[in-house]
């Protein structure tokens, strides 16, 4: 019966999930969390530098929305609110830790789940030598996103992953948008200049 | 030059321009000087190129594959959501 349920969840438009949500449904909840969990993971891979405990800090994002979805008072702001909890939990483990900003190994990523390896090797649809040069970029632009400084980094996740306006950007970050434009400017500048070659 | 629209201008609005986070009036300007400035007209190219090489590394599935490890833990936690709520 679940079951039934959930298929028809997964088709439901966002507005409605969250209203269901608020109203205890805890089916329409799950839709949720699931819904944005892949983003969630993914902004915190890429804000925070590598060793942080990302499957721990999106549990507590899951948890701290769960938790708090009904005292979001307007619906269309959920990706905002959202992402002011991605921020402050992320921020909140940092300042535990007192971590040292901007360290990136490049081992690093050679230690992630083989499912990443085997992901690239399954897909035979694009040809080897494009799949090698994909590899390389991406590894490239996961290593530049990471040298970035933290107030650069940050923008960039919130912007290109996120999607989020600069004034959206800007309430998350507690500054103005003109910071946030002249960093999204300087952070875009430091990235053409490291991803050069796959530009030109 | 041209209504006070230079390439020193448009290089530092070019970002915002991408964005579409300029106002309607600059953002105008802004058009018009790409379409007679080849060198702006580049750094535009390569400021949007850019933008969709973000745009499909951040859509790339490699990173995606991590929440199907945790999301077998949603149920936990909506079920502990509303246990704490009742």
Request: charged share 30%.
């Given at each position: 019966m679940d079951y039934l349920r959930k298929k028809d969840y997964k088709k439901m438009d966002l507005m409605l999930l969250i209203d269901e949500a608020q109203g205890s449904d805890w089916v329409a909840l799950e839709e949720l969390l699931r819904r944005h969990s892949g983003i969630i993971y993914s902004t915190l891979y890429h804000l925070g530098p590598s060793g942080q405990n990302i499957d721990d800090l999106s549990q507590e994002v899951l948890m701290r929305i769960a938790k708090s979805?009904?005292?979001?008072?307007?619906?269309?702001?959920f990706k905002l609110w959202m992402n002011q909890i991605i921020y402050n939990v992320f921020y909140d483990d940092l300042r535990r830790k007192k971590r040292k900003p901007n360290m990136f190994s490049i081992d690093s990523f050679y230690d992630e789940p083989s499912e990443f390896q085997s992901k690239e090797i399954e897909d035979?649809?694009?040809h080897p030598d494009e799949k090698i040069k994909n590899f390389e970029l991406d590894v490239l632009i996961r290593k530049s996103i990471r040298e970035l400084e933290e107030p650069f980094r940050e923008v960039v996740v919130l912007r290109e992953?996120?999607?989020?306006?600069y004034e959206q950007i800007a309430r998350i970050l507690d500054t103005n948008i003109g910071t946030v434009k002249s960093r999204i400017a300087r952070a875009r500048a430091k990235l053409q200049e490291k991803l050069k070659d796959y530009l030109d | 030059m041209r209504n006070g629209i230079n390439c020193k201008l448009v290089s530092e609005h070019l970002s915002a321009f991408v964005d579409e986070e300029l106002d309607f009036d600059f953002s105008s300007e802004i058009k018009r000087h790409l379409c007679e400035c080849l060198d702006c007209r580049r750094k535009f190219a390569k400021m949007l190129k850019l933008h969709y090489l973000l745009k499909k590394y951040f859509a790339g599935e490699s990173l995606l594959e991590h929440k199907a490890k945790f999301v077998s833990n949603l149920k936990f936690v909506s079920s502990v959501d509303f246990v704490t709520q009742k």
């Open positions: 979805i009904k005292s979001l008072k307007k619906k269309e702001h035979t649809s694009i992953l996120q999607g989020l306006s | -």
